[in-house]
T-cell receptor
């Protein structure tokens, strides 16, 4: 099946710094990618939807100036957490939709990135 | 998208069938039932989806009731590696702009 990778798998940063997380579709071109956040013992919450070459659409309550999303190519989307604070510590997961997946049309998820802000 | 209701947790003995129920009584005619699972500290994994007919693939079977108000995911021979949170999601399978809304899912624990 299709593979989505994320880098880094985990990162620790100091409060006030910015962190960039990469999401890549390895064997397909993803016109649409999604970013989720998951706090401990909670479910995944969609943060934003990004379409290649256009601005991301953010879910209600997600600050677009704090969580910068760039989807500059069909295989790469990045999420930058700016001026990170301890409350931003979470598990960040991306997913990508393969437009050629046919009737399955499901999303392929990355392995996630564990962010810890100290 | 329609909401779903799943039990919080279930136990299953290794080698036995795991039957995970999901209620989606407000499902619309154009909404599909999708199942994903998430093993601890990993990204979700697609399992199966269906509209109204029963479906089977290499991972599982999906049984949808005739009125489509509920479904059951069946793992025929559960292994320890099937321990995960299983999410039942209903959504329209359209051009690609609809999103997946994850509920709390069912924590399936497979024990020896």
């Amino acid at each position: 099946g299709a593979v989505v990778s994320q880098h880094p798998s985990w990162v620790i940063c100091k409060s006030g710094t910015s962190v960039k997380i990469e999401c890549r579709s390895l064997d397909f071109q993803a016109t649409t990618m999604f970013w989720y956040r998951q706090f401990p013992k909670q479910s995944l919450m969609l943060m934003a939807t990004s379409n290649e070459g256009s601005k991301a659409t953010y879910e209600q309550g997600v600050e677009k100036d704090k969580f910068l999303i760039n989807h500059a190519s069909l295989t790469l989307s990045t999420l930058t957490v700016t001026s990170a604070h301890p409350e931003d510590s979470s598990f960040y997961i991306c997913s990508a939709r393969d437009p050629l997946a046919g009737p399955r049309n499901e999303q392929y998820f990355g392995p996630g990135t564990r962010l810890t802000v100290t | 998208d329609a909401k779903t209701t799943q039990p919080t947790s279930m136990d299953c003995a290794e080698g036995r069938a795991a039957n995970l129920p999901c209620n989606h009584s407000t499902i619309s005619g154009n909404e599909y039932v999708y199942w994903y699972r998430q093993i601890h500290s990993q990204g979700p994994q697609y399992i199966i989806h269906g509209l109204k007919n029963n479906e089977t693939n290499e991972m599982a079977s999906l049984i949808i009731t005739e009125d489509r108000k509920s479904s059951t995911l069946i793992l025929p021979h559960a292994t320890l590696r099937d321990t995960a949170v299983y999410y039942c999601i209903v959504k329209v399978r359209d051009s690609g702009y609809s999103t997946l809304t994850f509920g709390k899912g069912t924590m399936l624990l497979v024990s020896p």
